[in-house]
Structures are given as C-alpha cells and as structure tokens.
C-alpha cells in the first residue's frame, strides 16, 4: 500500500454557545462518496451507523446539527484515505458501569479508552456544538499506531480520565488544542492529563490552552523526539517525565525532549522527572531533556527530579533507581511558588543523575529566601552556585 504523506486534521470543539465556525482548512481531495450522518433518535445507538460509513465513505459529515450518540467503543483503525468532517457533536452515552468495562483496553497503566482512531491519510475536522455543557461525556481520543497526524483547534471538555493518549504514534503534531477539565466533586477532576505519550516519536504538541487536575503533558515510556511549546496550563500537576522504570523486567527510554515556552499556574508541580527506585522495579533513561523558559505562578514544586519516586529514603539507599537520568537543561524558569523550596533534585545515591543543569532560575516563595535542595547530583558551574554542595546519601 502507496503510503503518502497527507496530514489527518482533526478539530473538535464543544463548547455550548461559542459556535465557532470550524477553520477552514484545506479541504483534501479524497475523491469518493461523502455519507452525511443523522442520529438514529431517542434511545438509538449511533455509534454502529457511524463506524459503517467511515469504513465505507472517503468522507463523512457529521452536520453541526446533529448529535450522534455514541454507546459502543469506536474502533476506527486501519482507515485510508478518509475525511471526517465532525461539525456536530458526539455524545457519550452516560453509562459510568459500561464503560468501565467496555472501553479498549490498554495494559500499559490499566487504562481503557472510548474511541481509537488510526490509519494513514485520513482527514478529519470536528467543530462540536453543545447546547449545554454539562450534558456531555467526556471524550478521551487515542491517536493508535498513527503515523503523520495533524489534529487541531480542537475544544475538549471533561474527560473521565486522561484526555489525549499517543500511543505508538510516529510523527504526530498538536496544536490550537483547548483543554477543559472541571469537577463538581470535592476530589477534582482526577487523572485528566492533558497528554500522555507512549511508545511515541516525533510528537509536538504547541499552541494550546490546558486548565485540567492532572499532568499537563506527561512523557511516558519510550517517548522520544518531542516538542512540547506555548502552552498555557492552570491547575495541572506540570510538564512531566516519567514515571518510568516502574515495571520489572523493562526498560524505559525517555530521549530527546524540550518544553519551551510554558505558562504553568496553580500547578502543583513545573518542570518534573520522576524514576522509581526501590525492590523489584525496572530500569532505563533519561537522556537529554530540556525545559526552558517557563513562566510560573504559584506553583507547589517548580522544579523537581524525584529519582525515588514512590520510594521511602531507606529503600532508595538500598535498592536504588536503575533509570538513568543525564543531561538534563532546567533554564529560565521564572514566577512563584507556594512553599520556600523552589527547586528539589532528589536523586537516587550512586550518580544515577549526571550532567544536570539548573540555572537562570527566577523562582520567588511567597515569603522569606528561597530554597534549592539536593541530593546525590554533581552540579556544576552556576547551578552549584545556586545549590551549593549537594548532599551524598
Ligand atoms: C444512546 O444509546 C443507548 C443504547 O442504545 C440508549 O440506551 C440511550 O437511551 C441512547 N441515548 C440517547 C440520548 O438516545
Ligand atoms: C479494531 O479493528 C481491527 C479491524 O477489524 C482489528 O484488527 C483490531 O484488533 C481492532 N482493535 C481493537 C483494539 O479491538
Ligand atoms: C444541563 O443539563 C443538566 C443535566 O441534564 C441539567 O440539570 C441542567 O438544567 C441543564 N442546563 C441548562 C442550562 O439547560
Ligand atoms: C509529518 O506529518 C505532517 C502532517 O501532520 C506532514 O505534513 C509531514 O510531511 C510529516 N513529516 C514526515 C517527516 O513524515
Ligand atoms: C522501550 O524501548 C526499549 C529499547 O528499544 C525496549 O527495550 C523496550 O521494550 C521498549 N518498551 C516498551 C514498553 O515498548
Ligand atoms: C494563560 O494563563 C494565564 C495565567 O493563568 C492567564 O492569565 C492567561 O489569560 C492565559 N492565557 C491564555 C491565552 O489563555
Ligand atoms: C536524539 O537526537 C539525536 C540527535 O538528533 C539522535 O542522534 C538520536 O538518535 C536521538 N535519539 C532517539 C532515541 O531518537
Ligand atoms: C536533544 O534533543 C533535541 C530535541 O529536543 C535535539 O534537537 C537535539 O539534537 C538533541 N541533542 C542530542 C545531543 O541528542
Ligand atoms: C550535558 O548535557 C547538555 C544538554 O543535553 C549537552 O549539550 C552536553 O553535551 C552534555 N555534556 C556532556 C559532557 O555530556
């Protein structure tokens, strides 16, 4: 099969009363029959209808006027050569018990997801209407075995669980991308990352607009060659390496990533890598990882490596983290934290963690002097000014 590399575009958006024209993106030529989709009615399963026609139609319109009730998983895999023009919207049917049993799932982290969509030249743009937010379902999209992907200006709003998986994606680019997770729970919206990318290269994600209660964007295992730039995100858990090297027997690559240009507010963390240690986990690396000019605001950890992640200091000692970390960048981060310490470099003993640079910090507690701790890292030039001597466990 003839593989060229057209962009699959697809652009979501959900939000009641906004009714925001979708871009106007070029329109790929496909050539074959468009399927123009209307809901079945009240009480009907639409989600059969929907899978038929992108199997069947080099085009499929989802008119803004309709709303398609999805109650089956979407397996869309496998598609070529197709153009979904999602104007309407889809609703997931909400069914808390089938769902959690019904979704794809993935081993990597028990997770489970509503629709999966992959193939190659496929183009796509979804402009969602919602006449009340509150009554949507949430939507968790995996970009599956992937290859030359393009979604954007996409609204997503509250999504059960984590929002964007890239799993085993080659050459996947985000952008124009706004995030919306709230909770009317006491807990908050939980486990909403933003992204999360596995088993994952070439991946960008730019331009966007995150406010969610989980990781804004989180590289996990075997992400490599990744871009994340201009994001905007509020409450989140930060932009996060890891965790890896959770699992026994395997071996967890984290390689060539930059974060560039972040606004992280209210987060609990900012700039974060994190590695297990202790018995009976995995191994791996980190390796040239670099976050620059971050612009934070009152941010609990503004700076962080936990090299004995989920691990107590005495099994850290003991048993500690076989993940590597080298190379690493932490420059220009500026803005606030919540607590006096502003940067923490918490390695695992044994030069686990080398040729790890912090400086041009401009991180202000919100009282007193700040604090950088350290442990187990050889900080060089400006950052063992800021640091001093690190203590060796
Ligand atoms: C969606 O489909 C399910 C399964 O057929 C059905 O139980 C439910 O009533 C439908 N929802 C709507 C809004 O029609
Ligand atoms: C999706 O459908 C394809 C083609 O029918 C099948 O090969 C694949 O196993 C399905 N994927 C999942 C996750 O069920
Ligand atoms: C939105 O839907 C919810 C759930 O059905 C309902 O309680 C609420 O009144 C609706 N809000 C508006 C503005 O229609
Ligand atoms: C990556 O994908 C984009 C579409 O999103 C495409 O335009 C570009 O040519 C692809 N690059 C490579 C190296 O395949
Ligand atoms: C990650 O990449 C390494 C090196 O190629 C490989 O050994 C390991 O199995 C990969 N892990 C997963 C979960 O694919
Ligand atoms: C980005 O975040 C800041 C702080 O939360 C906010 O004031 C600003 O309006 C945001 N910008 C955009 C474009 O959303
Ligand atoms: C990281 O980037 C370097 C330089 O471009 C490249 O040689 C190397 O293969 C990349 N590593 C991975 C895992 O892609
Ligand atoms: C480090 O990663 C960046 C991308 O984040 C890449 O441009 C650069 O070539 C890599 N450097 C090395 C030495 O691999
Ligand atoms: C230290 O890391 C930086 C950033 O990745 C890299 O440019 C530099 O070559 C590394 N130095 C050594 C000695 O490996």
């Known amino acids: 099969m003839q593989l060229t590399l057209l962009p699959i575009l697809l652009a979501l958006s959900s939000l009641p009363a906004i009714l925001a024209n979708a871009p106007s993106h070029t329109v790929q030529n496909v050539g074959r029959a468009s399927c123009t989709l209307a809901p079945l009615g009240a009480g009907k399963d639409d989600s059969p209808q929907f899978l038929t026609a992108m199997q069947a139609c080099s085009t499929v319109v989802v008119p803004a006027t309709s709303t398609l009730n999805i ?23 909400p069914n808390i018990p089938y769902w959690s049993t019904n979704g794809f799932p993935f081993t990597f982290q028990t997770q489970i997801t509503f629709w999966i969509l992959g193939g190659t030249n496929i183009v796509a743009w979804y402009d969602a209407f919602a006449s009340n937010s509150s009554l949507l379902r949430p939507i968790i999209l995996t970009i599956f075995q992937a290859k030359n992907v ?23 680019t985000y952008s124009g991308i706004t995030i919306n997770a709230a909770s009317t729970s006491s807990h908050g919206p939980s486990n909403t990352d933003g992204w999360d990318i596995y088993r994952s290269d070439n991946v ?64 609990q963390n900012g700039a974060r890598i994190k590695a297990w240690a202790g018995s009976g986990v995995g191994s791996g690396i980190v390796k040239n990882i670099t976050f620059i000019n971050f612009i934070e605001s009152k941010v609990d950890n503004p700076v962080v490596i936990d090299q004995c992640y989920m691990t107590s200091a005495a099994a850290c000692a003991q048993f500690p983290s076989n993940t590597l970390i080298q190379d690493v960048v932490f420059t220009q981060i500026s803005g606030t934290s919540t607590g006096s310490t502003v940067a923490n470099l918490a390695c695992s003993p044994g030069a686990r963690c080398s040729n790890i640079t912090v400086n041009n910090l401009a991180l202000t507690p919100p009282s007193g002097t700040a604090k950088y701790a350290c442990q187990n890292v050889k900080l060089s030039g400006s950052s063992a000014s800021l640091f001093g001597t690190c203590a060796t466990t």
Do not use: Y
């Open 71 to 93: 109650s089956t998983r979407l397996n869309m895999t496998g598609l070529t050569n197709k153009h979904l023009s999602l104007q309407g919207t889809l609703r997931f049917d």
């Open 150 to 172: 393009l979604v954007q200006n996409i609204k997503m709003l509250n999504s059960p669980e984590w929002f964007n998986l890239v799993n085993e994606g080659q050459n996947v």
């Open 204 to 267: 960008v994600i730019k331009d966007s607009v995150i406010n969610n209660g989980d990781d804004c964007v989180s590289f996990k295992v075997n992400s490599t060659n990744v871009l994340v730039s201009n994001l905007n995100c509020t409450g989140s858990h930060g932009i996060s390496v890891g965790s890896l090297g959770q699992f026994a027997g395997m071996f967890d690559i984290v390689e060539n990533v930059t974060s560039i240009n972040v606004r992280m507010s209210n987060a």
